[in-house]
Nanobody, 124 residues
Framework: QAQLVESGGGTVQAGGSLRLSCAAS????????MGWFRQAPGKEREFVAG????????LYADSVKGRFTISRDNTKNTVYLQMNSLKPEDTAGYYC?????????????????WGQGTQVTVSS
């Protein structure tokens, strides 16, 4: 059974940085496309970033482009999200997702497995 466990969330001041991690187990991680999504209270869950199985291709939401970096270590079955220059509007629950087949995708319905999320709060 696939399991995704996020960590690294917390509270940070605007302009600060956080690094999220997502440890995967129970799935052939190196063959999965991985993504990060976020959901703020009262809003839809939205795509943040995605990375292909090889790490050779990435995709970002316009709102985080240039500030966030997604990466993965297939030897550790872990995907990361480095978040710099954080803004109060980045405050949300952040969720790791795995896509069993196919390439990069923005829509949540293409992802087959999800973590429980980690909270990120950015104060002004």
């Amino acid at each position: 059974q696939a399991q995704l466990v996020e960590s690294g969330g917390g509270t940070v001041q605007a302009g600060g940085s956080l690094r999220l991690s997502c440890a995967a187990s129970g799935l052939p991680f190196s063959s999965y496309t991985m993504g990060w999504f976020r959901q703020a209270p009262g809003k839809e869950r939205e795509f943040v970033a995605g990375i292909m199985w090889s790490g050779g291709a990435t995709l970002y939401a316009d709102s985080v482009k240039g500030r966030f970096t997604i990466s993965r270590d297939n030897t550790k079955n872990t995907v990361y999200l480095q978040m710099n220059s954080l803004k109060p509007e980045d405050t949300a629950g952040y969720y790791c997702a795995a896509r069993r087949a196919g390439g990069l995708a923005l829509k949540r319905e293409f992802y087959t497995d999800w973590g429980q999320g980690t909270q990120v709060t950015v104060s002004s």
